[in-house]
């Protein structure tokens, strides 16, 4: 199985997904508009979602876990 190779580029992408309003509230609110949205466009249009999911090993609209 390849282990994707993580780069600082895909670090700081995967950080402005992170910081992006649209994003953020999917992640928090898990429905509506926004949701859609990001649901819709992370893995075909947007390159800071893609690296989200790269880094973080879950998708840009899921929930982040809280321990």
């Not at 402005?16 to 992640?27: M, Q, S, V």
Request: glycine share 2%; aromatic share 8%; proline share 6%.
């Amino acid at each position: 199985m390849n282990v994707p190779v993580i780069t600082e580029k895909d670090k700081k992408m995967a950080k402005k997904c992170l910081e992006c309003p649209a994003c953020k509230r999917a992640r928090k609110k898990q429905k509506g508009f926004v949701f859609w949205m990001v649901k819709s466009i992370e893995e075909d249009i947007c390159p800071y979602c893609k690296a989200y999911e790269k880094v973080y090993g879950r998708k840009a609209h899921e929930p982040i876990k809280t321990t």
